[in-house]
């Protein structure tokens, strides 16, 4: 383990004997370390929603800037992440980024106990978590260049769709974990909701530290820095001049942004349309993260391009239907619609992934995953503070996915243009 001394994985006969037996074992441990970074990222997701109920006195748009702050942090060091792997290898960069993660989980432990903490405190714990978010850019950067391309769709499909299940994750152990008292005595006494049921909303980032320990150790003990992933931040910096690095980066916000903007913002959403059934907001990121695996193998055998058109017109149809279910005020057209909307968004994810490596060479294809995925991450900051606005300036989010459908109506046109129509510049 640590550093392997030589890598060809486009090499059959290397990939059989060798290859293969890395590649995988250094995977599976990515993905747990990745779902741990999207659990931190995406706690104040659960949290922000919980914390009028327990004595704190927040404002409809502060709730939704907390759930919204990690997301600008994450975004912002995603373009930080996407060039470590080159500077300081795989291995290293995964055991150091994982390690950080115990800081906000026991910051945000401690600070919610106490409902006089000053906002700006709690807003301080909220970028915090944005450690969380810059996770997926290196790790998908690093998982480029252990598989061959014509497994690429699929080994990225896993990482980022197993890795994107701890935003599910996260929202549906919270409600079950803050029931229970068991380690109060560790954790610290509970808060009172006005009902008189007792919580320990702590447990919600508590419950995340010795994960967050173990799989460090493991991390170090069983992942390898790649010879062939060493770059300096010049030479991968040339991604910014390629045209094709800006569009895909476009069609990633469109998919992936959607996916975590709407994860970040639906808890917060169901408490503001349907507050009875805010337990069920976990649905819409598990649908999306198990469809990413799926949209990565399905475009392995049938092209990105032509999924990730399919993808995107479905998200526009589904948009379309979330408004028109809100008008009805029909809970269940209105869920319906969300999660075909996720689902959608975790397929055109593992879509727009696949085509990268495809369009770009392998040296410019795992800056170009990091750099596409910070950009995207965008979405889970000014998702949220768009339907924040769209919800306190008319009472219901229309406004705000009226937006989002003339994004995704200029996507389809320019992934058609580029890579879909017979005389695209490139086919994939």
Not at 169 to 193: E, M, Y
Not at 220 to 232: E, H, I, R, V, W
Not at 279 to 304: H, N, Q, T, Y
Request: charged share 10%; proline share 4%.
């Amino acid at each position: 383990m640590g550093r392997i001394k030589e890598w060809n994985p486009e090499n059959e006969e290397f990939w059989e004997k060798e290859g293969k037996q890395h590649a995988r074992r250094n995977l599976w441990i990515s993905v747990p370390t990745l779902m741990l970074a999207f659990i931190v990222w995406q706690i104040w997701s659960v949290v922000a929603a919980r914390l009028n109920d327990i004595g704190f006195q927040f404002t409809e748009a502060q709730l939704f800037t907390l759930a919204a702050t990690p997301g600008l942090v994450g975004a912002t060091l995603r373009f930080v992440y996407t060039f470590a792997v080159g500077k300081f290898g795989g291995r290293n960069w995964v055991v150091f980024s994982t390690a950080i993660l115990a800081l906000p989980a026991f910051g945000i432990g401690f600070a919610v106990q106490n409902p006089e903490t000053p906002y700006w405190i709690m807003l301080a714990l909220a970028a915090l978590c944005g450690v969380g978010g810059g996770n997926f850019s290196s790790a998908s950067a690093n998982m480029s260049f252990f598989f061959p391309k014509k497994e690429k769709g699929t080994a990225l499909g896993i990482n980022g769709g197993l890795g994107n299940m701890g935003v599910s994750v996260v929202q549906f152990v919270t409600p079950l974990i803050i029931t229970i008292g068991t380690f109060s005595f560790i954790a610290g006494k509970g808060q009172t909701l006005p009902d008189g049921t007792e919580i320990w909303l702590q447990n919600a980032a508590f419950i995340w530290v010795i994960p967050i320990i173990v799989f460090t150790i493991i991390a170090y003990f069983g992942m390898d820095n790649l010879p062939t992933a060493k770059q300096s931040v010049k030479d991968q910096f040339v991604i910014v001049k390629r045209k094709h690095t800006w569009v895909m980066t476009l069609l990633y916000v469109a998919t992936f942004g959607s996916f975590i903007g709407y994860g970040a913002a639906f808890p917060l959403l169901l408490r503001s349309q349907f507050p009875e059934y805010v337990s069920l907001a976990f649905l819409g990121a598990f649908l999306a993260a198990i469809s990413r695996p799926v949209g990565g193998w399905v475009s392995d055998k049938f092209g990105g391009a032509k999924v990730t058109g399919i993808v995107l017109f479905v998200m526009m149809l589904g948009a379309l239907s979330v408004i028109f279910f809100i008008g009805q005020k029909s809970f269940t057209g209105f869920l319906l619609s969300f999660l075909i909307l996720f689902i959608a968004a975790g397929m055109g994810s593992g879509s727009t992934f696949q085509m990268i490596p495809i369009i770009f060479p392998v040296k410019e294809a795992a800056p170009v995953l990091g750099f596409t995925a910070a950009f995207a991450a965008y979405g889970s900051f000014f998702i949220p503070q768009l339907f924040g606005w769209s919800v306190s300036t008319t009472g219901t989010p229309i406004s705000a996915l009226y937006i989002f459908i003339g994004f995704y109506v200029i996507s389809i046109l320019l992934n058609w243009y580029y890579y879909q129509r017979k005389n695209s510049e490139v086919k994939c």
